[in-house]
């Protein structure tokens, strides 16, 4: 068990905060309960797909972000999604009144995966988020993104966990946070998650096994910082966690060797981050899967979304000595 610090541990309590129920007056609408959130869901994209928000049940003051800018609803992918090609995976927390949405679509000659969270409140959606993510947006060094066409959620995803295999909202929460503690400055050290031997990763449509395996290589030691995690989705029916996330990347780390002694070299050159929406399937205390839709973003972006930011320095990464000064480039006149 590695040492908590006092401003992490905050962060993840914060997290956990948005978890717990809120106390209805008398005067609020009946609750939504799964079925009600999913039907919810369901119209959302059937309005988003015709281009119409008033098909939607939006609430008259609902804030929209897309790819963490926020604009008027509706706008950007709004404006030009020509076809959901799917299939689309949709999974609720009644408690929370969130609904998590990860489906593709299609915007002229551009396909790509789209994630969508969804607040709802008094049966009206009060907040929207996307993200979005396509091959032109690709930044070098790219995000992984797989085929659209033909592409399949794990089934296992939209099932229920058996009662027996079962864990508590916390105690899920906590599995994925262990999980971005470990992809945190990968040394081979595994905090506070479980994996199961078979777990498998997609990130937007393009697979990843052997989870455990690659953790314990230190195959991911580039990843400077996993800030601004949120954990604002438990399906409990389900085994699900759906939470937000910014991984940095400094680019100060050049050559360094796996924990079986292989020399490699980071893909990372220059300061950039990767802004995820990100679940995790939970049954028998370990993570079974997880899904991924990932963008490049600036380096140390936040979400407009962020309630608890994450002020870390940095994390076990040495940086390398500064390179040495270099002169100015040719440059036109000052003016008189």
Known sequence: MTMVTKKSLAGLLGGICLLLPVQASAASPPACNKTCLEQIAATYRKAYLAHDPALAPLAKH?????????????????????????????????????????????????????????????RRITEVEHII???????????????????VHNPDLAQPVALAEKSGRRAMVALADGYFTTLENNDGTIRSTRFAPDAKRFENGMEFPEIEKNFRAGRYRFNERVRDREYFLVDEARGIVMSRAFIDHKGVLDNFELTDGTKTRSIFREPQSWSVLELFKIKDGQITAIEATFIQVPYYMRS??????????????????????????ASNPPMD
């Open 304 to 329: 407009p979304w962020t309630r608890y930011p994450d002020r870390r320095k940095g994390g076990l990464t040495v940086p390398p000595p500064l390179p040495p000064a270099s002169p100015l480039a």
């Open 133 to 151: 993510s396509t091959k032109r947006n690709l930044s070098a060094p790219p995000t992984p993104i797989g085929q659209v066409e033909g592409f």
């Open 62 to 122: 609902v804030r929209f972000t897309e790819n963490n800018v926020e604009m008027p609803l509706p706008d950007g992918t709004w404006h030009t999604v020509a076809r959901e090609i799917g299939p689309a995976l949709t999974v609720s927390d009644p408690l929370t009144g969130q609904v998590g949405i990860y489906t593709s679509i299609q915007q002229h000659d551009v396909p790509g995966f789209l994630a969508i969270r969804l607040k709802v409140i008094g």
